[in-house]
């Protein structure tokens, strides 16, 4: 794990936020090619969930939401973590992470109920936590001022579906889906940005008619698996947790979990919770309004039931960047020189790869060469993310770039200049072709859309 940070740090992807004062703990910030990457996973969630359905639209809430919200959803009642503290370091833990009496994820400590930063094993009782981040409206700050930043993004698509439903005429079943920033104030962070205070969400309310709830459920959980395997992601570092019924949300009929093998261990990706119609009846109570759907055809009004897919997109980003991390002792080239060096490679999908063709010209000291290459540059700008580089040998400039995920690269040589076609290297093969330029755009479409299908 800590090389994958490391290079996540070196290659612009993740950097600690404030870092020039120290740092804050579990806030991050995301380097261009982080940004770049991010943004590539929204874009391909958007398109197979939303730009290629007929029936789920999309909307933007606000993070600040009337304190009733919170009130009706439960938030302010029970999203809550049960916190005990150590009587001689004051280090603060969740108790729900002590299993077998040895705390989980909390450092190593060598005895049951020993505290894993000074060893002691005195802990007050303990009491609930309220995970929601508070603030105020305005420039008073008294309760009746107060409100919450967002804990989740789901709330705005239920105090929304009336308005949604009717402005856009849908029929159940449909679906609202949203991405956005959601904030908790976690007891316990760490394993780099699996868990933090202010992370992404990317959600959809599916909502139906009861009793069509549990096989749109099963439909929902085949669809969510499906999107993380087109992304890349391997099937046998990705497994279904079945929630126990004692164990479910105050709002879930029941809920399975898809996690993901890091490096640390079995973790949380991504949830399907049947929320049935919990949300939609107590907002209804709690704001005096009427939200049942009315049914056109059997001329009934009901609450629809609500299938939820989640998914963390930073969890997702760190998955996506575990399982493409290769490291190639000696290096794959079989030069003297390269086998004396360990190579690291990232072997991302195309479809969420932050930089998708580099282009060099073969010397930087040969101004044709230059020219012709920053012209293709340009031109291949227009369809595809790319990255120009003319400085060190060309074996190191493929190296950078197999370490950032790139899946092509194009050199110009000096044939170029004498029969207008080029190099085009495949990352994962080093295989090397000649493409004429008039083609080249046409050709790394194909083999992008090719890599993305396999």
């Given at each position: 794990?800590?090389?994958?940070?490391?290079?996540?740090?070196?290659?612009?992807?993740?950097?600690?936020?404030?870092?020039?004062?120290?740092?804050?703990?579990?806030?991050?910030?995301?380097?261009?090619?982080?940004?770049?990457?991010?943004?590539?996973?929204?874009?391909?969630?958007?398109?197979?969930?939303?730009?290629?359905?007929?029936?789920?639209?999309?909307?933007?809430?606000?993070?600040?939401?009337?304190?009733?919200?919170?009130?009706?959803?439960?938030?302010?009642?029970?999203?809550?973590?049960?916190?005990?503290?150590?009587?001689?370091?004051?280090?603060?833990?969740?108790?729900?992470?002590?299993?077998?009496?040895?705390?989980?994820?909390?450092?190593?400590?060598?005895?049951?109920?020993?505290?894993?930063?000074?060893?002691?094993?005195?802990?007050?009782?303990?009491?609930?936590?309220?995970?929601?981040?508070?603030?105020?409206?305005?420039?008073?700050?008294?309760?009746?001022?107060?409100?919450?930043?967002?804990?989740?993004?789901?709330?705005?698509?239920?105090?929304?579906?009336?308005?949604?439903?009717?402005?856009?005429?849908?029929?159940?079943?449909?679906?609202?889906?949203?991405?956005?920033?959601?904030?908790?104030?976690?007891?316990?962070?760490?394993?780099?940005?699996?868990?933090?205070?202010?992370?992404?969400?990317?959600?959809?309310?599916?909502?139906?008619?009861?009793?069509?709830?549990?096989?749109?459920?099963?439909?929902?959980?085949?669809?969510?698996?499906?999107?993380?395997?087109?992304?890349?992601?391997?099937?046998?570092?990705?497994?279904?947790?079945?929630?126990?019924?004692?164990?479910?949300?105050?709002?879930?009929?029941?809920?399975?979990?898809?996690?993901?093998?890091?490096?640390?261990?079995?973790?949380?990706?991504?949830?399907?919770?049947?929320?049935?119609?919990?949300?939609?009846?107590?907002?209804?109570?709690?704001?005096?309004?009427?939200?049942?759907?009315?049914?056109?055809?059997?001329?009934?009004?009901?609450?629809?039931?609500?299938?939820?897919?989640?998914?963390?997109?930073?969890?997702l980003f760190l998955a996506l960047l575990c399982d493409a991390y290769e490291e190639?002792?000696?290096?794959?080239?079989?030069?003297?020189?390269?086998?004396?060096?360990?190579?690291?490679?990232?072997?991302?999908?195309?479809?969420?790869?932050?930089?998708?063709?580099?282009?060099?010209?073969?010397?930087?000291?040969?101004?044709?060469?230059?020219a012709e290459a920053k012209r293709i540059y340009a031109e291949l700008q227009q369809?595809?993310?790319?990255?120009?580089?003319?400085?060190?040998?060309?074996?190191?400039?493929?190296?950078?770039?197999?370490?950032?995920?790139?899946?092509?690269?194009?050199?110009?040589?000096?044939?170029?200049?004498?029969?207008?076609?080029?190099?085009?290297?495949?990352?994962?093969?080093?295989?090397?072709?000649r493409v004429s330029v008039k083609h080249l755009s046409d050709k790394i479409d194909?083999?992008?859309?090719?890599?993305?299908?396999?």
């Open positions: 794990m800590k090389k994958i940070i490391s290079l996540a740090k070196r290659r612009g992807f993740v950097f600690q936020s404030s870092e020039i004062y120290g740092g804050v703990e579990a806030l991050w910030d995301y380097g261009p090619l982080g940004t770049a990457m991010k943004q590539n996973i929204r874009k391909a969630w958007f398109n197979m969930f939303v730009r290629q359905q007929s029936n789920i639209v999309a909307i933007e809430g606000a993070i600040l939401m009337h304190p009733k919200v919170w009130q009706a959803s439960g938030h302010i009642e029970n999203f809550t973590d049960p916190l005990i503290e150590c009587k001689s370091c004051n280090g603060r833990f969740r108790a729900d992470h002590m299993i077998d009496g040895r705390f989980v994820g909390q450092g190593e400590a060598k005895e049951p109920n020993q505290c894993p930063n000074c060893g002691d094993r005195d802990f007050t009782p303990a009491r609930n936590f309220n995970l929601m981040f508070k603030t105020f409206l305005g420039p008073i700050q008294d309760e009746a001022n107060a409100t919450y930043l967002r804990p989740e993004t789901a709330q705005s698509m239920f105090t929304n579906f009336k308005l949604v439903q009717e402005s856009q005429r849908l029929k159940v079943p449909f679906g609202i889906a949203q991405a956005g920033k959601a904030f908790r104030n976690e007891i316990t962070t760490g394993n780099f940005i699996f868990r933090s205070r202010e992370f992404e969400q990317m959600e959809i309310e599916y909502f139906v008619k009861p009793g069509e709830d549990e096989q749109s459920f099963d439909l929902w959980v085949e669809k969510w698996e499906q999107f993380f395997l087109s992304l890349g992601l391997r099937k046998e570092n990705l497994r279904r947790y079945e929630h126990p019924k004692e164990s479910l949300s105050h709002y879930s009929k029941r809920t399975v979990d898809i996690e993901y093998k890091f490096p640390f261990g079995w973790g949380e990706l991504a949830g399907i919770a049947n929320r049935t119609d919990f949300d939609l009846k107590q907002h209804a109570e709690f704001s005096g309004q009427d939200l049942r759907y009315f049914d056109e055809t059997t001329k009934e009004k009901y609450f629809p039931y609500v299938i939820e897919p989640t998914a963390g997109l930073d969890r190639v002792e000696g290096g794959r080239s079989t030069t003297t020189e390269a086998a004396k060096e360990k190579e690291t490679m990232l072997k991302f999908s195309p479809s969420v790869a932050p930089v998708q063709v580099a282009v060099f010209p073969l010397v930087k000291n040969k101004q044709e060469l230059v369809k595809f993310s790319c990255q120009y580089d003319e400085t060190g040998a060309i074996g190191r400039r493929y190296r950078r770039q197999d370490e950032i995920g790139t899946p092509f690269a194009v050199t110009v040589d000096f044939d170029t200049l004498e029969d207008d076609s080029v190099t085009l290297r495949n990352r994962d093969t080093m295989a090397q072709e194909a083999l992008l859309f090719r890599a993305t299908m396999e």
